[in-house]
């Protein structure tokens, strides 16, 4: 007699996708049919900053092209080894506006929550490669401290959950964290700024719409998407389930050179976040961090591209270009 066990065909929960990510340059330069390329340094492991690609983020890569604006993304390349004068570890100086561990307050009347200190993709350009997060790590002992900050200023009306990646914490977290800021009451606005939409679409299942979008709070969702080709069908279907829930969401990019500076990839982007019900929000040069220059577009050029860009575009699919400057009251508006 045979017998069968049945084993119901699952799909992966977002925390098996994440755990089950490239984290090896060589299994992903195999996966991609680039073995043999020497594009890439190998980070170890060990490194403070090692590869980390989601599956799901690397099946939208195109096989066998080493310049796939995707992979660009997430390879360490050796040109991270060089140094550049005004290249450094802290660009936005954000250890400056530190007032309280996890908060960061640089803008009136918003706040920016380091709600957990992971991501579930390594980008290279990334400015918080050298942030002191063991300083910042999330769960509710390290966020109550933010917490009592945020009560007790009256003037803060919105709350930015950030990164790292904030949807890296665990949903009975998020959902107390949420709670306890809803029982603010000068707090009107939730802002979850988060990459885990966008390279693991499942992140948004269940558990996680049920804080997300079930507090008092008018809630957004601002995603990080910078090429046309990690837009796809579950991507849109994840957007989709934000929106039944009546969240607002919007994209931010940023302007890497090699991945998406050309007028016809941000037309394009811009395009299809629309076709997706996503709005671009802002459009980020480059934060000046070791071991990102060769991302670096020259200011000129962006501007050059971005005026090519606003004569295609309707204005309401037009993102903001700005650039981050410490010191200032809000980012810098390019124009
Ligand atoms: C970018 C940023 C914000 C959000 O700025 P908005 O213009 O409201 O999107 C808030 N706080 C910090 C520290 C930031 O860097
Ligand atoms: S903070 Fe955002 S941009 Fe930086 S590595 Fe994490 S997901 Fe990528």
Known sequence: MITQTAVPWQTPTWKEELSGAFRSVDDLLQFLELEGTDLAFQSDSTSPFPIRVPISYARRMRKGDPDDPLLRQVLPLQAETLTFPGFVADPLEEARHNPVPGVVHKYEGRVLLITSPACAVHCRYC??????????????????????????????????????DPLAANDNQLQWLTDQLARIGHIRRLRVHSRFPVVIP????????????????????????????????????????????????????????????????????????????????????????????????????????????????????????????PGKASKTYIV
């Open 127 to 164: 400015f918080r490669r050298h942030f002191p997060y063991e300083d910042n790590t999330g769960g509710k002992a390290h966020w109550q401290p933010a917490l009592d900050y945020i009560a007790g200023d009256l003037s803060v009306r919105e709350v930015i959950l950030s990164g790292g």
């Open 202 to 325: 499942s992140r948004i299942d269940d558990p996680c719409l049920s804080w997300l979008g079930g507090s008092r709070l008018d809630t957004i969702m601002v995603l990080h998407i910078n090429h046309p080709a990690e837009i796809d069908s579950n991507l849109r279907a994840m957007v989709a389930r934000l929106k039944d829930r009546n969240i607002t969401v919007l994209n931010q990019a940023v302007l890497l050179k090699g991945v998406n500076d050309s007028a016809e990839s941000l037309e394009l982007l811009s395009e299809a976040l629309f076709a997706a019900g996503v709005l671009p929000y802002y459009l980020h040069l480059l934060d000046p961090v070791a071991g990102a220059s060769h991302f670096d577009l020259p200011v000129s050029e962006a501007l050059a591209l971005y005026r090519t860009l606003s004569g295609r575009l309707p204005g309401y699919l037009l993102p903001k270009l700005v650039q981050d400057v």
